[in-house]
């Protein structure tokens, strides 16, 4: 057994949700992406004297919606609070958070690892603004700092330390990713930095109940980097304590070209912060009539959608988890569904032609040029043996070309509807048996595999337009007589 198997690790994720809205938490400076550096700081943002932030009230809908979805606790009477510490992004010296009354309290989101499930416990959901950007790389003596991004709207998730391995921490992730893109209150974007996450992370014994010292670790730009990023602690904190030391509580840094980490500070705890109550901002009352409101216009989620994929449309568990990944790909198939009774088919064509096609093109799809009722037409022209599977790939891709036409328009003039004409099958067939006497020979001896090879000669000959099951059945009666 390996040193390294003798231990359990602790962890707990803070993800940073930045938050959609077109201004900020508190101005009304846009929050548009990529803006040339400094052109969206207004005096709010900045923390010119005599100045008053007010609470952007799409900010608290949004985070209203992530506490329903969680089954958090909705707090009625919401306090922000000053977080005082000092970075040079952070142009005000405090940040404008929750302390004593978080948004949302408790909830759970569900993960599944190896098809076991676990509900992941949230501690609470909070509303908070963000800092600025330092940027170390444009010049090679100074920090230049970017403030377009202080004051964009953010909600910390804060899960309880009940993640047991990186595996698991990958799988919420994942899951909160979805949740939020699925609510539009976030992209999810961690690349660019709208999901952040911060992971705290101890070890212990396997058998003992004691949280020992944790490390924070930052700067994951991706999810497959929290992964690797706590793979990497874990061994390292073993390390330790196998040699005999003992974990300093710290702040590390992940590196993602070599998965090391290093100390950007030690020994930070609450009180370092000396939160107090913000003295501008009044508090922000929420109403049962408010949250009932916002309930009501919620969009579907993907537990809701996979269970409706699963036990009302009787797909399987693959299929259901594929199609619920994406909102967007989602609702595409819950429109295909309302035109066509075939949901395998509906699905395995959106699994299989369409999200390849959106792959190929790296296209979304919202881009994707063929409207449901096509898709549904197809199919019906398949279901109605009116054409075969090799022509309905032809068909979708003309339509790719030319979505204004109908599938039975383009089968008409592609000349691939099939013909159930049994005499014009007699004839595809008499041709090919008389072309292969030995077979039919053999066939009657016994060979009865050669069924296929006679299917596939009458397939080649009428150019695919033979309908499968009746020439199946009339070449079976002229070989078995």
């Known amino acids: 057994m390996s040193v390294y198997d003798k231990y359990e690790a602790v962890i707990g994720l803070e993800v940073h949700a930045q938050l959609n809205t077109t201004t900020k938490i508190f101005a009304a400076d846009a929050t548009t992406f990529g803006a040339e550096p400094n052109t969206q700081v207004g005096a709010i943002t900045l923390g010119m004297p005599g100045v008053l932030p007010k609470l952007n009230k799409a900010v608290l809908e949004k985070a209203i919606k992530m506490g329903i979805a969680c089954g958090s606790n909705i707090t009625k009477v919401n306090e ?26 408790g909830g759970t989101v569900e993960i599944e690892i190896n098809g076991t499930k676990k509900e992941i416990e949230l501690t609470r959901v909070h509303m908070e603004e963000d800092a600025g950007k330092n940027n170390h790389e444009l010049d090679p003596f100074y ?26 921490a990958y799988a919420y992730l994942t899951e909160v990713r979805k949740l939020v893109r699925y609510l539009d209150i976030c992209d999810g974007n961690m690349e660019e930095g709208s999901m952040r996450c911060d992971a705290n992370i101890s070890i212990r014994l396997k058998g003992e109940k004691i949280l020992n010292t944790r490390v924070e670790v930052k700067n994951m730009n991706s999810i497959r980097n929290v992964k690797r990023a706590i793979d990497n602690e874990i061994i390292r904190q073993v390390d330790i304590v196998e040699a005999g030391g003992t974990v300093d509580q710290e702040t590390r840094s992940f590196v993602a070209t070599d998965g090391s980490s290093f ?34 216009n919620m969009p579907p989620l993907p537990k809701q959608l996979y269970l409706q994929f699963t036990n009302e449309l009787g797909l399987s568990d693959y299929d259901a988890t594929v199609l619920t990944d994406e909102k967007d790909i989602a609702l595409y198939f819950v429109d295909l569904t309302q035109q066509t009774k075939n949901y395998k088919s509906a699905a395995n064509w959106i699994m299989g032609e369409v999200k390849s096609y959106l792959n190929d093109k790296g296209l979304s799809i919202n881009e994707f040029p063929i ?84 299917m596939g000669e009458v397939m080649k000959v009428s150019k695919g337009k033979a309908d499968p099951k009746l020439t199946n059945q009339i070449l079976s009666k002229k070989l078995n007589n």
């Not at 100390?263 to 009932?292: G, M, N, W």
């Not at 979708?396 to 109908?406: A, N």
């Open 80 to 105: 922000f609070a000053r977080k005082n510490y000092y970075y040079a992004d952070l142009p005000k010296g405090y940040q404008i958070t929750q302390d004593k009354t978080p948004i949302c309290v």
């Open 143 to 168: 920090s230049l700092v970017d403030l377009n991004r202080a004051g964009t709207p953010l909600v910390e998730i804060v899960s309880e330390p009940c993640i047991t391995s990186s595996d698991e």
């Open 263 to 296: 100390v950007l500070r030690s020994k930070e705890f609450a009180h370092d912060y000396r939160y107090f109550p913000e003295p501008d901002l009044p508090p922000a009352v929420v109403t049962d009539a408010q949250i009932e409101t916002i309930k009501a």
């Open 371 to 454: 409207q449901t009722d096509k898709i549904a037409a197809l199919i019906a022209l398949t279901d109605e043996n009116l054409i075969n599977s090799s022509a309905a790939k032809t068909i979708f891709q003309h339509l790719l070309e030319q979505p204004s036409q109908t599938p039975k328009a383009l089968a008409e003039q592609l000349n691939l509807i099939q013909s159930s004409n049994a005499d014009e099958l007699e004839q595809w067939i008499d041709s090919v048996l008389n072309q292969l006497p030995e077979k039919v020979e053999e066939y009657k001896k016994g060979k009865k595999g050669l069924i296929g090879l006679f």
